[in-house]
């Protein structure tokens, strides 16, 4: 977390753009979904621009250096893949919400096995997108798995940087501004980029 801090200061202008620009794609529906619930459907979009800022993440853990156009680059290259694990995770949180709806008021165990599933594919996230990005060759099927075994080599690790990056982001939401001025989602791109990913020598070495 302490890399991610460093890397934010270094590249905190063109980081405020990135983070702005996906905290207006993630607002804008919710704010339209108050005139027409369908418009939540829109927050699929939000799935490409998490990839391009996670794609700038992966650059600066990789090589410290950052350009704004590396933003439309990473939007060039995994607009699909960042669509696809929206959806992914669009999917799961209706499975969800449907299974605890059902389940509570009738057996409450179920509702409880189906949070803690919720709240592990929540922790798998962190080694999912960073995966995902770096490694855009392979198939996604092959990088979801990886980040399978990843989160089961270090489960407690994952689980605390999770909880880590959650408070922050609460943090920032309990200033009363907008995670764009507080740069909290590109602090969280850039410390799971960190996290998931092995050192630039490491990585060109494999």
């Known amino acids: 977390m302490r890399a991610a801090l460093s890397d934010m200061y270094n590249h905190s202008w063109r980081l405020f753009v990135l983070n702005l620009a996906l905290s207006v794609v993630a607002v804008a529906p919710l704010v339209a979904a108050l005139w027409a619930v ?3 459907v829109l927050l699929l979009a939000v799935g490409p621009f998490a990839a391009a800022l996670m794609h700038c ?3 600066v853990q990789q090589t410290d250096d950052l350009r704004l156009r590396d933003g439309v680059v990473g ?3 995994h607009w ?3 669509l696809v694990l929206a ?3 669009a999917g799961v949180v209706v499975l969800v919400v449907t299974a605890i709806w ?3 008021p009738r057996a409450w165990p179920v509702a409880l096995v189906a949070l803690y599933g919720a709240l ?3 922790v798998w996230q962190i080694h999912v997108w960073p995966l ?3 490694r855009r060759r392979e198939r996604l099927g092959a990088v979801l798995r990886e980040a399978g075994r990843a989160l089961g080599r270090r489960p407690l690790a994952s689980i605390g940087l999770a909880f880590a990056l959650l408070l922050v982001n609460a943090f920032g939401m309990a200033l009363g501004v907008l995670p764009a001025l507080t740069l909290t989602l590109a602090y969280s791109a850039l410390a799971a980029a960190h996290f998931a990913l092995p050192p630039p020598t490491e990585e060109v070495a494999s």
């Open 120 to 122: 592990l594919f929540g």
């Open 87 to 89: 959806a992914l995770i």
């Open 80 to 82: 699909r893949r960042g």
């Open 132 to 134: 995902a990005v770096a």
């Open 75 to 77: 939007l060039r290259l």
């Open 38 to 40: 369908p418009a939540l």
């Open 57 to 59: 993440a992966v650059t």
């Open 102 to 104: 059902f389940y509570a």
